[in-house]
């Protein structure tokens, strides 16, 4: 195979054209995916779409939402244990919420696909890669989250770290074994052979193989981060008061779920239309993308 051949190969292989199209063909997808972005832009909007700042107290404790008083209420969805006005803190708080596993997402499936990348690209470097990610998949995000407080303190950025460093082992072994099958590929092989430099290689033809599983990983791993991350804040682990942040505000709504059960559920149900627009919106770019989903 000469040079030539091999450009065109690799020019090939990821070839994911129109992938955006396809996607938005599926109409489970195309509603979670415009959910999901109308959520992610009201977030974004919370200093204008928010009719009360989020840490204001009033004297209207627990006050009901729209649906269950009559007329317009000056509260929308009511008011929480303080007085403070649920919708405002929504929107801050989802914001929050998505901006801690975006980050933690990016980070650390970032930083595991390209050790997984290296191990697969580098040999000698494998068996030390892998078997860290092995001893990093024996701590549970909560466990890391808990030492990382004990010695940080809580707070947002121990919950991110917690939630990146356990993305990296999952996101090292997927790009690993992706990885692995693309350099026993022929092109890969008459790039060598050609003398093409590592880097070349490695970007070239190895990164640009891989990256649309990478991208079907993380998108299917933000849900589960959404909700880790949800699980640190609702233990106490994570935002601090009078901050925002849906999992805190599940869990201090906890208290008043006899007599005002909105202020824990509607952050709740938050919390589960964003993971279940991910799942849905991840799921079906896997079948996009991955031709081993498509029959």
């Not at 995000?141 to 990146?164: C, E, S, T, Y």
């Not at 906890?254 to 991910?278: E, Y």
């Amino acid at each position: 195979m000469s040079a030539v051949d091999a450009a065109a190969a690799v020019e090939a292989a990821p070839a994911r054209r129109h992938w955006f199209v396809a996607l938005m063909r599926d109409p489970a997808a195309a509603i979670a995916i415009i959910v999901f972005v109308l959520i992610a832009v009201a977030a974004a909007l919370a200093p204008w779409l928010a009719p009360y700042d989020p840490t204001e107290s009033t004297r209207n404790m627990m006050l009901p939402p729209v649906w269950a008083e009559r007329g317009i209420p000056e509260h929308l969805l009511g008011t929480d244990g303080q007085g403070r006005d649920i919708l405002s803190r929504l929107l801050y708080g989802t914001r929050m919420t998505l901006l801690i596993g975006l980050i933690a997402v990016v980070a650390g499936g970032g930083i595991g696909s390209l050790l997984g990348l290296l191990a697969a690209f580098y040999s000698r470097l494998d068996p030390w890669i892998m078997r860290s990610a092995d001893v990093m998949l024996s701590f549970p995000a909560i466990l890391l989250g808990l030492a990382l407080v004990a010695v940080m303190g809580a707070g947002i950025m121990p919950v991110i770290l917690a939630l990146a460093i356990a993305t990296v082992p999952d996101s090292a072994r997927i790009a690993r074994s992706v990885a692995v099958g693309v350099m026993k590929q022929e092109f890969v092989e008459a790039g060598r052979a050609v003398g093409l430099s590592d880097r070349t290689l490695f970007t070239r033809y190895l990164l640009r193989n891989c990256i649309s599983s990478i991208m079907i990983f993380m998108s299917l791993r933000f849900g589960q981060v959404i909700l880790l991350g949800s699980a640190l804040s609702f233990l106490g682990l994570g935002a601090r008061p009078p901050a925002s942040e849906l999992g805190m505000m599940a869990s201090q709504g906890r208290d008043f779920m006899l007599f005002a059960p909105h202020i824990a559920i509607i952050p709740s149900l938050a919390i589960f239309v964003i993971v279940l627009t991910a799942n849905v919106a991840g799921d079906a770019l896997r079948d996009v993308l991955d031709p081993r989903m498509r029959s």
